[in-house]
């Protein structure tokens, strides 16, 4: 049974490195330097991320990057799983090994740090700025990555199951910042050594 297992393991291994080679492969055909697409994904890679820079607030940027970071994680791990699942895939790519780094690592997360920040600074309803975003990503962004042709969907996937995955990780995000922050305000309270 284990020798069983170690094959079968040790294939799955071997496919994966194939389709790793296969992707780079694509990647030097179709998604270069040479190809516009590479461009604006490098856009979406590195305006956000200096946009952040001159406009997150410098005393609230544990807190807001925190959000952002989760966000970052949840989208990274969602895109992982649609992608593996053969749910959605984007054509052009920054780097091969990282299909969605453009939108998981900064697009997405910055665009939500700002509508947080925005909303904690000036005592909005965040309920209400996360569900416009998501909007906004959903049924605008999304749609305006597949007429250029840098994202695609597939089997069942459509607009509204893309906007419910916004909605959902940009509050569960929120929900993880609120119990960290709440946990950093209510610190457990040690014992001393020895005693229960």
């Excluded at 079968?8 to 490195?17: G, I, W």
């Excluded at 984007?90 to 998981?104: A, E, G, K, R, T």
């Amino acid at each position: 049974m284990r020798e069983d297992r170690e094959k079968y393991f040790n294939e799955l291994v071997s496919m994966q490195k194939k389709l790793t080679e296969e992707g780079i492969a694509y990647w030097q055909l179709y998604s270069d330097f040479s190809t516009w697409q590479f461009w604006v994904s490098l856009l979406m890679l590195v305006g956000p991320l200096v946009v952040v820079y001159f406009t997150i607030d410098r005393e609230k940027i544990y807190l807001v990057a925190f959000y952002g970071f989760a966000v970052h994680v949840l989208f990274a791990y969602t895109d992982l799983i649609g992608i593996r699942l053969g749910l959605w895939g984007y054509p052009y790519q920054v780097l091969p090994f990282i299909p969605s780094v453009s939108l998981d690592a900064a697009l997405i997360p910055v665009a939500a740090m700002l509508v947080y920040q925005w909303t904690i600074n000036n005592n909005k309803n965040f309920y209400l700025y996360a569900f416009i975003t998501a909007i906004i990503f959903g049924f605008v962004f999304k749609p305006i990555l597949v007429i250029n042709g840098l994202f695609e969907r597939f089997q069942w996937v459509n607009y509204f199951h893309i906007f419910l995955i916004y909605i959902v990780l940009f509050l569960a995000a929120y929900f993880l910042t609120k119990l960290f922050a709440w946990m950093q305000k209510h610190p457990k309270e040690s014992s001393p050594v020895g005693k229960p």
